[in-house]
């Protein structure tokens, strides 16, 4: 089965071949195994190697299940920070957290390793990250967190819908072109962040109609990169790829959902007004 995704390509390759191949129990002490011989039988010549272990291939509930876990582990993650987290160190725990989470995402994103221990201390940091978000904008802002967690899975499911629908495809051209916006959006967010720290005012994000219209962009931007996870998951399914990718799957769907979130924040940051 083709797909458009070079990373999945050698996924899939690698585990066809973690299937073809067998592989014999290690040996005392982790020694490698020698492959079991069986007797001649049903016209096989004696020595025929043992079929090798079935290797559990992914499923959608298996990335629905991590999916909820995360989002689970998230949640307390962020909720903990909130409690625990003096609001004089707020803004040590934010910056630090998403240092912190922004390296652990790109170790993923580039290394594609299926790692859970890794994938889960993401979610951990990233809830701190989003805690400590949450509650500088809930102490300006009363509701507003409640009010962007409603939308963000509104969407979320919204998009699931269209997508299963088929009102949505991720054909080629359509992955090409999201991933060069999502890379200039990503690009002008970080040259808008320096700029920022040396003084200079962009307004991209000071709530003018600048603002708005950068804010609306990055959420039509976010909301489309779940079908972007959706085919992942779909191809990675179709391809058989080994269960632990689901973790894969499941983080890059966690990254959106975070995205998401808090651009929704931030745009209804705009229209709550200054107490």
């Not at 890794?118 to 904008?137: P, Q």
């Amino acid at each position: 089965m083709k797909t458009s995704n070079p990373v999945l390509a050698r996924l899939g390759q690698a585990a066809e071949r973690e299937r073809s191949a067998g592989y014999a129990p290690p040996g005392p002490y982790g020694a490698p195994g020698v492959p079991q011989q069986y007797p001649s039988q049903a016209g096989y010549p004696a020595g025929y190697p043992a079929a090798p272990p079935t290797v559990t291939p992914m499923s959608i509930d298996d990335v629905v299940v991590k999916t909820v876990t995360l989002l689970g582990i998230l949640g307390v993650s962020a909720a903990a920070a909130w409690v625990l987290v003096p609001d004089a160190l707020v803004g040590v725990a934010w910056i630090g957290a998403a240092v912190v989470g922004l390296v652990l995402g790109l170790i993923i994103s580039f290394s594609r390793m299926a790692n859970p221990a890794l994938v889960v201390t993401y979610a951990v940091v990233e809830g701190i990250f989003v805690g400590m978000v949450s509650k500088a904008f809930e102490r300006s802002y009363d509701g507003i967190v409640l009010q962007a967690v409603v939308a963000s899975f509104g969407v979320f499911f919204v998009m699931a819908m269209l997508y299963k629908a088929r009102v949505i495809r991720a054909t080629p051209a359509f992955v090409k072109g999201l991933v060069a916006v999502m890379a200039g959006l990503f690009a002008v967010m970080l040259i808008n962040l320096v700029l920022a720290l040396f003084g200079v005012n962009t307004h991209l994000r000071d709530g003018s109609k600048l603002a708005i219209g950068f804010s609306l962009i990055c959420i039509v931007v976010a909301a489309l990169s779940f079908v972007l996870s959706f085919k992942e998951v779909e191809d990675g399914v179709r391809m058989g790829l080994p269960q632990r990718y689901s973790w894969v799957a499941a983080f890059g769907i966690l990254v959106s959902l975070v995205w998401l979130y808090l651009e929704l924040l931030r745009l209804l940051s705009y229209f709550q007004g200054d107490d």
